[in-house]
């Protein structure tokens, strides 16, 4: 099965793609509407009030869904191009990175504890480990994935320590959205807090792992 199958956003992604495609939007600008979104998410997470954490997840849902689609787009009107793929790159590191530093802010709103910020911002730094260190290995990569390429072309898995790096640097990141959303409803977005401290190191570790950067969904 194609590891595209695999991550929950994807049959959401599917049914907006022909909405986006009838749009005449470039690959580029539903880039730039997940970043937008993903903006939206972070401003809403930073208040501190369940209502607007609630608010945080669907804006972030909405901005993984464009992120997921900008790919085929830019397959569909033959627009692929390695600024497009690093434009990508960066606005994944800006939202993913930002949003748990703006969810350290949100909990210090609501419980008054700096300590909450020093976590968020902990895992902002992972993340920017994670981003600067996979833009080094892409460069030193020859045969790294042109900027055309399809997560469809992406292989799948053989072992089982290959099976728990892809679960948890591909699965875990391309339906975070859930997570939070999730959290969210059940007021517990703050334990994603010290989990991002923490799995943030362990995610940009994980990519010094052979094989590890040869999965993508």
């Excluded at 600024?83 to 990175?97: H, K, L, P, Q, T």
């Excluded at 591909?170 to 007021?187: K, N, P, S, T, Y």
């Excluded at 923490?198 to 993508?216: D, E, M, R, T």
Aim: charged letters at 15%; one cysteine or more.
């Amino acid at each position: 099965m194609p590891t595209s199958r695999l991550p929950l956003i994807r049959p959401l992604s599917r049914w907006a793609l022909p909405l986006l495609l009838r749009s005449g939007l470039s690959a580029n600008a539903v880039t730039t509407l997940s970043l937008l979104t993903g903006a939206a998410a972070l401003w809403s997470i930073a208040q501190g009030k369940w209502e607007l954490d609630v608010a945080a997840g669907i804006f972030l849902v909405v901005s993984y869904v464009f992120d997921n689609c900008d790919g085929d787009v830019a397959r569909a009107r033959n627009q692929c191009s390695a600024f497009g793929r690093r434009y990508d790159s960066f606005v994944d590191w800006a939202i993913n990175g930002g949003f748990f530093l703006a969810l350290g802010i949100g909990v210090t709103q609501a419980r008054g504890e700096t300590v909450w910020v020093w976590l968020g911002a902990a895992a902002l730094a992972g993340g920017t480990v994670n981003y600067v260190l996979g833009g080094v290995l892409e460069r030193l990569k020859p045969d790294s994935a042109p900027p055309d390429a399809s997560p469809e072309d992406s292989p799948l898995p053989q072992t089982g320590g290959d099976w728990a790096i892809f679960i948890f640097r591909e699965l875990f990141r391309a339906d975070f959205c859930f997570i939070v959303l999730g959290c969210a409803l059940a007021g517990w977005t703050w334990v994603l807090v010290p989990a991002g401290a923490v799995g943030a190191q362990v995610y940009w570790i994980s990519l010094l792992f052979p094989g590890a950067g040869k999965y993508h969904v």
